[in-house]
């Protein structure tokens, strides 16, 4: 066999440094080459892991080999037919759950960002080394273990393939470790980094959460032997990787609950099990159950899918829909946080102009590289394909059907066995599910043409009412409010800094927009007064409607005067409540009381 052996040292926390030893026999005389992935499954961007290796060398018994670099990922080296080994640094600091970070707290290890391919290679075994440093640290992954390697322990584990390697990432600190078993496949849940987080709980909730989404498919993908949630912890930071049987999880110290107080349920709390549902969800739906056209991942450059609304929005839409079908969150919970979905995917005008195909086609370049225009032009399709979801799923209960249904069949017909799906495939499924032609022209509709949803139709048949009112800001997606003074329309997202009010973005159909404010403006006086939060508030609120108010910035260096025109705020608040009137709709939707 074709066996490569990967060694990893975490060689300098303080410098952040892996050293990576490569060492195997060639098993051809042709020039080996060696490569390393540009971007990682999951996250649709060019991130070049390449750029993090260093002082790469070759050599085998008799000294130094010849090599060369083909490109910004590609390496060449010459050899002799005798053992080779390879050993590069990597530098290890990004704080995201897609490459590397190392320090004296915690060692998170892509192989994605740091083990180079051997092209050929068919076998691989992973070494890593303890830290001298820090005796009391241990390793998660959801790599297979070779069996003189304990539960936990640093050494040896195996892969067959080299996607398989780069589907395992590795949490190495102090960690904490729960396990729970799910027909009869052991789930582990581990943290680092949490300030005292009660780890008892947080296991039995994902156990919950993680029985629900089975119920979805009706089984654990059959492959599934054990599944690792890897938790870790920072001060500030957001985040989620899925992978064939791990995630990779990023949040903030305070998020976990609370030993002291069992009872709380804090919104960054419930946020984190939203997180953790996604990710489960996506043992199923994008780890075996995704695009034909990603089938076969192709890591030196981007591989493009119009179907992302379907893997990233349907599973936005299951991973708050099994916090509140498991009792985690209330009803009123869940209708705030589906209501601020709708409130958001509402006031971008962008679904007015991109599709969400066209979204997911462009993700490379347009979603993962948002700038001050994306409000106006790029469609977010997690929040819009959760409401094609939320569609779909009304049109189908009012057939006596369910969108689980037609999870369920899907999974059957090209998930479990990984076939691969494109817009045939689903429009087949749908039809034989559905028996309803109409249905499936709609959902074309909704995912390849831009526009609106008929949410207020699919509200209105899962039992809820919907209605709208007027927005304070743009940043304003939810709640009850009453006015004494109708809010005027703006139409700019922004924050007050010292200095005055900074805005970030535009609307492209607004008053800021008419009035001639662009992206980085400092806006620093008001009517003649200095521009503060109270100031804006109060000259808004006492302004005669009909009045316009006159507003002094600094664009770049220029200062510059612009007069506002009112207008009265735009309805784009979304209120959802649930329907006493339709109690079995709703009942049936969320299989709860309402
Ligand atoms: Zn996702």
């Given amino acids: 066999m074709n066996q490569v052996r990967y060694q990893l040292s975490l060689l300098d926390p303080v410098s952040h440094y892996y050293q990576v030893r490569i060492e195997f026999t060639p098993w051809s005389s042709a ?35 010849t090599w060369q670099q083909l ?11 005798l053992p080779v080994r390879i050993e590069y640094l990597v530098y290890a600091f990004d704080l995201s759950v897609r490459a590397n970070y190392f320090n004296d707290e915690v060692a998170v290890i892509n192989p994605a960002a740091c083990c180079l391919e051997v092209i050929g290679a068919a076998q691989l075994e992973l070494e890593l080394i303890a830290p001298s440093a820090y005796p009391d640290w241990r390793v998660a ?11 936990a322990s640093f050494g040896l584990y195996h892969a067959e393939h080299y996607q398989y390697l780069i589907d395992c990432p590795l949490l190495c600190g102090n960690l904490c470790i729960e396990s729970f078993m799910l027909d009869a496949v052991p789930h582990h849940v581990v943290v680092v980094g949490a300030y005292q987080p009660d780890m008892t709980r947080f296991s039995q909730e994902l156990q919950r959460i993680c029985a629900a989404q089975r119920d979805v498919f009706g089984e654990l993908p059959v492959d599934l032997s054990e599944y690792w949630f890897l938790t870790w912890a920072v001060d500030k930071g957001y985040g989620g990787l899925e992978h064939r049987n791990s995630t990779l999880l990023l949040c903030n110290r305070f998020d976990l609950p609370n030993p002291q107080a069992p009872g709380q349920q804090t919104d960054d709390y419930i946020t984190l099990l939203g997180l953790c549902s996604h990710e489960y969800f996506h043992t199923w739906w994008v780890k075996r159950a995704r695009p034909k056209a990603l089938l076969h991942y192709q890591l030196n450059a981007e591989q493009y899918t119009d179907q992302l609304w379907l893997y990233e929005g349907f ?16 009803i009123e919970k869940y209708l705030q946080l589906l209501s601020e979905t709708i409130s958001r995917v509402t006031r971008a005008s962008s679904q007015m102009h991109q599709s969400l195909a066209a979204s997911s086609h462009n993700a490379w370049t347009m979603y993962y590289k948002q700038d001050e225009n994306a409000q106006n032009a790029v469609v977010n399709y997690y929040a819009k394909g959760s409401l094609v979801a939320l569609c779909l799923d009304a049109q189908l209960q009012q057939q006596g059907l369910s969108l689980t249904g037609f999870m369920q069949a899907c999974w059957q017909a090209y998930g479990r066995t990984e076939l691969g799906s494109d817009w045939d495939t689903l429009a087949a499924i749908l039809l034989k599910y559905s028996q309803n032609p109409a249905l499936v022209q709609e959902l074309w509709h909704w995912v390849y043409q831009s526009g609106s949803l008929p949410l207020e139709h699919a509200i209105q048949t899962l039992g809820l009412s919907l209605c709208w009112r007027a927005a304070i800001n743009q940043q304003d997606v939810s709640g009850n409010k009453t006015f004494v003074v109708e809010p ?12 005055g009010m900074a805005v970030s973005a535009v609307a492209e159909q607004s008053p800021a927009k008419q009035a001639g404010i662009m992206a980085g403006d400092l806006i620093i006086a008001v009517d003649g007064l200095r521009m503060t939060e109270q100031n804006w508030r109060e000259v808004n609120l006492r302004k005669a409607r009909d009045a316009t108010i006159e507003l002094h910035l600094f664009r770049q260096q220029r200062l510059l005067t612009v007069t506002l025109q009112p207008a009265p705020a735009a309805s784009t608040v979304a209120i959802l409540t649930a329907d006493p009137a339709q109690a079995p709709s709703l009942q049936r939707w969320l299989g709860i009381g309402a």
């Fill in 315 to 330: 599973t936005s839409y299951f991973d708050d829909y099994a916090l509140v079908k498991t009792g985690l969150i209330t």
């Fill in 71 to 81: 490109d910004k990922q590609q390496w060449q080296v010459n050899h002799q037919g």
């Fill in 488 to 499: 005027r329309a703006f139409g700019a997202w922004y924050e007050f800094k010292t200095d």
């Fill in 31 to 65: 020039p080996i080459e060696l490569q390393l992935p540009a971007w990682i499954p999951g996250s649709y961007m060019i991130r070049d892991f390449a750029r993090n290796v260093q002082r790469f060398q070759a050599t085998d018994s008799q000294g130094a080999l």
């Fill in 141 to 151: 992954t959801g790599l297979s273990r070779d069996a003189n390697t304990a539960f």
